[in-house]
């Protein structure tokens, strides 16, 4: 009895030993935060703002966290809420910036950074498209979907933890996310075509490789 009475009052932890947790815990994640932020304010000021809100009401209701729980999920959901209540209230119109601003935190910047989610070949396809015109196509969904998308494709959350950032059913998450992606691809088509990627993606960006190396081989050839 003893023994369940004391773990039933344990003692919290002190303000010190809490400060202590969310700097070894909470602080790694802060990139991750700020990219995420970047694609719901898509706006570097905004987005530094934005994270060092969400790390202020993180801090203060640090003691409600439960330790060995999903704390990027749970300052994720932070975030999110407010943003829901700050920014998107106030209906500010994104600064205008360069590519070159936010470069590090786009979604298929690089392999760690692909839709993941995608069939294969449009994957294939998306990494011959320059990183700009995705941007702007992300830029383009409504917060809803491009905010599922990031959180699949970029972060590579499971859909489960996505529900729980976003507080909607896992169904919501799985018809916003192929939506999203759906209207990402559609956006993107004409730029595929542009760079000789096509419909097909791989085949067509295959066949033009295939194409390249032909000519190159008959220059040699010609050289020699």
Request: no cysteine; proline share 4%; aromatic share 8%.
């Given at each position: ?17 809490l ?14 935060l ?8 898509r706006?570097?000021a ?8 969400t790390y ?6 640090f003691?409600s966290?439960t ?5 990027k999920a749970w300052?994720?959901r ?7 209540n700050?920014y998107?209230?106030?209906q500010?119109?994104p600064?205008?910036?360069?590519a070159?601003?936010?470069t ?5 910047e690089?392999?760690?950074h ?9 994957v294939?396809?998306?990494k ?10 992300m ?12 959180y ?12 729980e950032?976003m507080d ?18 559609g956006?993107?088509k ?8 096509g ?8 066949e033009?490789?295939k ?6 081989e ?6 020699q």
């Amino acid at each position: 009895m003893a023994e369940r009475s004391e773990k039933k009052h344990k003692t919290p932890a002190s303000g010190s030993e809490l400060e202590q947790r969310f700097k070894q815990e909470a602080l790694p994640l802060l990139d991750q935060l700020y990219g995420g932020a970047l694609r719901m304010t898509r706006n570097p000021a905004d987005a530094e703002d934005l994270v060092q809100e969400t790390y202020m009401k993180a801090f203060s209701a640090f003691s409600s966290f439960t330790p060995g729980s999903n704390l990027k999920a749970w300052l994720y959901r932070i975030m999110t809420n407010a943003y829901i209540n700050s920014y998107r209230k106030k209906q500010r119109q994104p600064q205008q910036s360069s590519a070159d601003d936010i470069t590090d935190y786009q979604l298929l910047e690089s392999s760690s950074h692909t839709a993941t989610g995608l069939e294969s070949a449009e994957v294939a396809a998306l990494k011959n498209i320059p990183n700009q015109h995705i941007v702007q196509a992300m830029n383009e969904l409504s917060d809803d979907y491009r905010m599922v998308v990031y959180y699949a494709d970029a972060e590579g959350l499971p859909y489960k933890e996505i529900a729980e950032i976003m507080d909607i059913p896992l169904g919501t998450v799985m018809s916003r996310l192929h939506r999203g992606r759906k209207q990402l691809r559609g956006a993107l088509k004409d730029v595929a075509r542009e760079y000789g990627i096509g419909v097909t993606g791989t085949k067509n960006a295959q066949e033009t490789k295939k194409t390249h190396k032909a000519d190159s081989e008959k220059q040699k050839v010609s050289t020699q």
